[in-house]
Nanobody, 123 residues
Framework: QVQLVESGGGLVQAGGSLRLSCAAS????????MGWFRQAPGKEREFVAA????????YYANSVKGRFTISRDNAKNTVYLQMNSLKPEDTAVYYC????????????????WGQGTQVTVSS
């Protein structure tokens, strides 16, 4: 069982930056693929970024590529999402998720989810 707690969301102007963190419980954090997803009002939850267990492989949605960076610190049981050049269309609740597998996927088939953190980008 893994519990995930996101933090770092907030209100920012367009062009600004935020850094999201997701702290995981348990001693096997390094065995999980980690992902970030987001859900805007009235829209389906969508993939943002994912990172392999060791951090050597990174995947991004086209909409955030070049602006967002996912990273992890297995010693701290934490995954991060650095978000730069934010746009109003990035406004959403951001969720981190853990997958008990070595296979990285961009669909919603993750095993554990956090409660989400709100990111609002004003124009």
């Amino acid at each position: 069982q893994v519990q995930l707690v996101e933090s770092g969301g907030g209100l920012v102007q367009a062009g600004g930056s935020l850094r999201l963190s997701c702290a995981a419980s348990g001693r096997t954090f390094s065995s999980y693929v980690m992902g970030w997803f987001r859900q805007a009002p009235g829209k389906e939850r969508e993939f943002v970024a994912a990172i392999s267990r060791t951090g050597g492989r990174l995947y991004y949605a086209n909409s955030v590529k070049g602006r967002f960076t996912i990273s992890r610190d297995n010693a701290k049981n934490t995954v991060y999402l650095q978000m730069n050049s934010l746009k109003p269309e990035d406004t959403a609740v951001y969720y981190c998720a853990a997958r008990d597998s070595m296979v990285i996927i961009t669909t919603l088939d993750y095993d554990y989810w956090g409660q989400g953190t709100q990111v609002t980008v004003s124009s």
